[in-house]
């Protein structure tokens, strides 16, 4: 069979895609610091940070102190399986339909858990949409207060204040006048 120009032009170009994403993969694992308080390979202990869900996140996030692709891993497991904890937990205290619901929330939350499980293990900072934004955060501590910067008005150099009034004349000086 025969390949038209088209159809060979489109296979070799998701042929350089994939070859592409497969470089920049080896690329973000090779840019991964290697140096890490745990003396584990940083893709074995992102890995880590999932298996046990929270807790094995707050055991990482408490001992890693160099490496911060780790302790974003960690992070982001304590906050996405300790808020799916929390809403599986009082969901499941409303009859019937807290029940049916605290069991999807335990379903996506082992789709999750396998899910990032994998991706840490190849080496990939995934980051969830809500989870990975406060994950960051708590890796690199709060973030500065926005300041806006200062108007044409009040850029303008003031001026200064009036000098003070000179002090009411002393007692003897009265008496002479």
Same mark, same amino acid.
């Given at each position: 069979?025969?390949?038209?120009?088209?159809?060979?032009?489109?296979?070799?170009?998701?042929?350089?895609?994939?070859? =592409?994403?497969?470089?920049?993969?080896?690329?973000? /694992?090779?840019?991964?610091?290697? %140096?890490?308080?745990?003396?584990?390979?940083?893709?074995?202990?992102?890995?880590?940070?999932?298996?046990?869900? &929270?807790?094995?996140?707050?055991?990482?996030?408490?001992?890693?102190?160099?490496?911060? &692709?780790?302790?974003?891993?960690? $992070?982001?497991?304590?906050?996405?399986?300790? $808020?799916?904890?929390?809403?599986?937990? !009082?969901?499941? &205290?409303?009859?019937?339909?807290?029940?049916?619901?605290?069991?999807? !929330?335990?379903? @996506?939350?082992? @789709?999750?858990?396998?899910?990032?499980?994998?991706?840490?293990?190849?080496?990939?900072?995934?980051?969830?949409? &809500?989870?990975? %934004?406060?994950?960051?955060?708590?890796?690199?501590?709060? @973030?500065? =207060?926005?300041? /806006?910067?200062?108007? $044409?008005?009040?850029?303008? =150099?003031?001026?200064?204040?009036?000098?003070?009034?000179?002090?009411?004349?002393? %007692?003897? %000086?009265?008496?002479?006048?």
């Amino acid at each position: 069979m025969e390949l038209s120009p088209e159809e060979r032009q489109k296979i070799y170009e998701e042929e350089k895609a994939r070859m =592409e994403a497969r470089e920049k993969l080896e690329q973000e /694992k090779r840019r991964t610091p290697q %140096d890490t308080t745990v003396n584990i390979e940083p893709n074995l202990a992102g890995l880590l940070c999932y298996v046990g869900a &929270w807790i094995t996140g707050i055991i990482f996030f408490v001992l890693e102190q160099k490496n911060n &692709w780790i302790r974003f891993h960690a $992070a982001q497991s304590i906050v996405t399986f300790g $808020a799916l904890f929390v809403a599986g937990m !009082i969901l499941g &205290w409303i009859p019937f339909i807290g029940q049916a619901f605290s069991a999807i !929330i335990g379903v @996506i939350g082992f @789709i999750l858990w396998i899910l990032l499980m994998v991706k840490a293990y190849n080496g990939e900072r995934f980051k969830l949409a &809500w989870a990975g %934004d406060i994950a960051e955060r708590m890796i690199t501590g709060p @973030i500065p =207060e926005y300041r /806006k910067p200062p108007t $044409a008005s009040e850029s303008k =150099e003031e001026t200064p204040p009036p000098p003070p009034p000179p002090p009411p004349p002393a %007692d003897e %000086d009265v008496k002479k006048n």
